[in-house]
């Protein structure tokens, strides 16, 4: 988990194709490549970008090593010239990307990359893992927690994790979707995020009773005394030991800042009314009832109309693994090539499946917000140099169906440019805000989503359009590659 070089954490076509492009380019020329995914996650309306701070560790520690090149060396499929330019290798081209905790939606650049195609190439599979990773367990806390209604959302997954980078990192991910907490002590190390947990099964069972166990573990932690009633018996053991504790704990003076209980198996909703009426006949009406136990955001959705009386959920392994939705699906495809006099001449890739079609030339990315409510009304994918002013009309159209269009009167309406300039020319020049911070912009990004986009069934999907410009330019090249 320490900085490390991991040049070679990459697909070997990468490295073959890099030495192609040395032995057969009479040129290293620049080219832009753009990373983006097809279809939401988990059938949603939207998706979180995460894994940025990442990405830029990645391509600064960019090299490669002794080790590396004789590794590659043993291989037998590179030649020595081409090793030897591996020596000296380092990134020196531009990035842009979305930050971290952006909404963002199908086929609009997460990460625009422009350098020379070489470089370009090397970093496709190690910003893919790093991003799809990231956004997708960013993207299912972000679910977990609107389905949560404001309660807190405690990250529990490292155990079930796929390994020790796909729990820290998908812990830091779930921090930034909305997650008040993580049980990982190394992600709350490294990324200064709280760290939060209770006990297991384990401690009442290694003392002689429930009592015992419960009372050594409030005198131990007072200020964090959330008791796990489950062991045994819930409602007939668990819950009225946990009263008994708390009783004393009043009666010698000790503040009940943070107490109450938690429920780890049978049915959460009946047990948790029935320990709910329990804990406020005996006064008090302020513990907590936390829940687990295979936990995700349609679950706490259920239990939530169920009228449970949860109001603190841990999530683990359908989180942390996005169980129903385990891969995010981002792809990083060549847009344009720089030719001789400087210009990027726009490319395309064809597909039988039109959505698989995708955007060529140099792009980026306006986000439309509705003045009236400051809710998010669509994305426009346009061409670099195409600039727009909020004081004149706005026509939108569906690139799929170009009939449909929506005019969008001057003044109802306010643009923000979505990408940042991450490098330039090789060198950061983009400070990435700690994990809670990101966290943060994440609820406020949330907030110009519409209901209708959030919900977890069937949502609303937001417009993604392209500019008339880029519309053409794709138009174009469709039709010359339809004639040859």
């Known amino acids: 988990m320490d900085r490390q070089n991991l040049t070679l954490m990459t697909d070997l076509y990468e490295l073959t194709m890099m030495q192609g492009y040395y032995k057969n380019k009479t040129q290293n020329e620049t080219v832009i490549f753009d990373a983006f995914y097809r279809n939401n996650p988990c059938a949603g309306g939207y998706a979180i970008c995460a894994g940025l701070e990442q990405v830029i560790q990645y391509i600064k520690e960019l090299r490669f090593d002794k080790e590396d090149i004789d590794y590659l060396s043993s291989l037998g499929i590179f030649r020595p010239d081409f090793l030897e330019y591996l020596r000296s290798f380092r990134f020196s081209g531009d990035i842009y990307a979305i930050p971290e905790g952006t909404v963002m939606f199908p086929r609009e650049p997460i990460i625009k990359v422009i350098a020379p195609i070489m470089e370009a190439q090397l970093v496709e599979t190690a910003i893919l893992n790093i991003i799809n990773h990231q956004s997708l367990i960013a993207t299912k806390a972000a679910r977990v927690c609107y389905a949560a209604q404001g309660d807190g959302i405690m990250e529990f997954g490292l155990r079930r994790a796929q390994g020790p980078d796909a729990g820290t990192y998908g812990a830091r991910a779930a921090m930034i979707g909305g997650c008040i907490g993580t049980s990982n002590v190394l992600c709350g190390q490294l990324f200064d995020v709280p760290v939060k947990g209770t006990h297991a099964h384990s401690w009442i069972m290694s003392f002689p009773d429930e009592y015992t166990a419960f009372k050594t573990y409030a005198d131990m932690y007072p200020s964090a005394c959330i008791l796990l009633v489950d062991t045994y ?43 709910r009426k329990m804990l406020d006949e005996a006064g008090f009406p302020d513990a907590i009832i936390s829940a687990s136990n295979d936990l995700d955001e349609y679950l706490i959705d259920s239990l939530k109309a169920q009228g449970a009386a949860i109001t603190s959920w841990g999530v ?37 499946n039109s959505e698989k079609i995708t955007n060529p030339g140099n792009k980026k990315i306006y986000r439309i917000y509705e003045k009236e409510t400051g809710k998010l009304k669509a994305d426009l994918i346009c061409l670099e140099e195409e600039v727009y002013d909020e004081s004149e009309d706005l026509v939108l159209f569906d690139p799929m169906e170009p009939w449909k269009k929506t005019r969008l009167k001057a003044g109802t309406y306010s643009l923000r440019l979505l990408m940042k300039q991450i490098f330039q020319k090789g060198e950061c020049c983009y400070t990435s805000p700690k994990v809670m911070d990101i966290r943060e912009y994440c609820q406020k990004e949330l907030g110009t989503l519409w209901d209708e986009t959030k919900r977890l069934v069937n949502p609303h999907q937001v417009y993604v359009d392209l500019s008339q410009k880029l519309y053409d330019t794709k138009m174009e090249l469709l039709e010359k590659m339809g004639e040859k």
């Open 316 to 352: 683990g392994t359908n989180l942390i693994t996005s169980k129903d939705n385990p891969s995010f699906g981002g792809v990083y495809k060549l847009a344009a090539i720089r030719d001789e006099d400087g210009q990027f001449v726009p490319k395309i890739k064809l597909s039988e």
């Open 233 to 275: 018996d819930t409602l007939k053991s668990g819950v009225p030991n946990a009263i008994h504790v708390f009783t004393e704990m009043r009666r010698e003076g000790i503040p009940l800042t943070f107490y109450g209980i938690r429920l780890d198996s049978g049915d959460l909703a009946y047990l948790s009314k029935k320990a």
